[in-house]
């Protein structure tokens, strides 16, 4: 069976669910007013807070019909378990499946739209008694992380601010400025910074998922050859045919990642609203990053020998247009740029429950629309090009 922890009554927070902010996950006239204005005036007011996050874990764990839990790390027993300003980091599972499925999101403070989106697939899955959100459930045990860096996302920035217990004040540098650590490149063997990377990672080792989901944001961008607007962009962290993947498990991930993402690709195509494309970057680079955490969940990092077994387990990631910097529009829609996500992370873990996505031919990843790649934008050695 998938792991399961005990579900703790909170007092308090119980209390303020009835205070829960709804979820938005539809399109609608008047979300345009809430999405990030080119012209620099961005109203955050609407974004999910960290309260709001908890408010809403509370609520869909007491209405859930099939067993929403919801947990801090401190309750599941991680040596560290705090935000680096002393935040709970929150978990909620759902299902009772065999194989554990790990989805984050906000794992950078300024892309809060995998937040809502989890919260509305979280919700379905504990509410929905349909066939399709019952094999889901009889597959996986899905560990839901909502909102990965919440002290990031109350201060509106990509990183996260290293924190000095003592004077309850910013770490600073030599330089006087307080040091910022971007968390997506924080699992990088015995180099961990955050107090987050650390609870998350033993988390992680003590989850073993089969497979995990990452969803983010990205600046405007338009597809190449056509300059249509991109509303998501799929991704591998570890570039297919790259530097790395291609020599992990046996090759199998090379394999299962084109898969997983070649399968949603086919599955979505025929929603208007939603228009698809390979994550690149610089134009026309795949990344191969090792830090960044779900590169690490491939790579099976044994960090602390918190993984001797080496467990390790293939990653996939969803980039909406748009985040909550000025000059990043993205698209008007707010509900629809929540929706494809949700549509997203279903599909994806519908077509891993009955075995339709191991069976796409993995070479339907050459066919999501990109640019020729030149090369790989790498975290430890650069640009590495493309070699005939």
Avoid: C
Avoid at 43 to 59: C, F, Q, R, V
Avoid at 193 to 220: C, K, N
Avoid at 281 to 304: C, F, P, T
Wanted: proline share 5%; charged share 20%; glycine share 10%.
């Amino acid at each position: 069976m998938g792991k399961r922890f005990p579900l703790v009554q909170r007092t308090a927070m119980a209390a303020a669910a009835a205070l829960a902010l709804p979820l938005f996950v539809s399109g609608s006239a008047s979300a345009d007013a809430n999405f990030p204005s080119p012209g620099g005036n961005t109203n955050t007011a609407s974004i999910l807070t960290y309260e709001d996050t908890i408010k809403e874990l509370t609520k869909l764990e007491q209405n859930s019909k099939n067993a929403v839990d919801v947990f801090t790390l401190e309750e599941a027993g991680t040596q560290v378990n705090k935000s680096e300003q002393g935040r709970d980091l929150y978990v909620a599972t759902v299902g009772d499946g065999p194989e554990d499925v790990w989805v984050q999101g906000r794992i950078h403070g300024n892309e809060p739209y995998g937040a809502e989106s989890i919260l509305s697939l979280l919700k379905d899955l504990g509410t929905n008694g349909s066939a399709e959100y019952q094999e889901i459930r009889d597959a996986f045990t899905i560990h839901f992380i909502p909102m990965y860096n919440p002290d990031g996302s109350e201060l509106n920035i990509r990183q996260t601010v290293l924190w000095d217990d003592a004077t309850d004040q910013p770490l600073l540098d030599a330089s006087g400025r307080e040091q910022r650590i971007d968390l997506n490149r924080d699992w990088v063997a015995d180099k961990f910074q955050a107090r987050e990377s650390l609870a998350f990672y033993e988390y992680w080792t003590m989850v073993d998922p089969a497979y995990g989901i990452d969803i983010h944001h990205q600046g405007l961008k338009q597809e190449f050859g056509t300059g249509d607007d991109v509303t998501l962009s799929l991704g591998i962290s570890l570039a297919p045919g790259g530097p790395t993947l291609p020599t992990l498990a046996g090759g199998a991930y090379d394999v299962l990642t084109r898969q997983m993402h070649g399968y949603v690709f086919q599955e979505l195509s025929g929603y208007g609203f939603i228009n698809m494309d390979r994550y690149q970057v610089g134009g026309d680079l795949e990344i191969d990053i090792k830090g960044g955490v779900v590169s690490a969940m491939m790579l099976g990092l044994n960090h602390q020998g918190l993984n001797p077994e080496g467990h390790s387990n293939p990653v996939v990631f969803f980039e909406t247009s748009g985040n909550t910097s000025d000059g990043s529009l993205g698209q008007k829609a707010r509900g629809k740029s929540i929706q494809q996500n949700i549509l997203a992370m279903k599909t994806l873990l519908l077509g891993l429950a009955n075995g339709e996505v191991q069976n796409v031919d993995p070479e339907v990843w050459e066919e999501i629309p990109h640019a020729p790649v030149s090369g790989y934008s790498t975290d430890y050695a650069g640009v590495i090009p493309v070699t005939p």
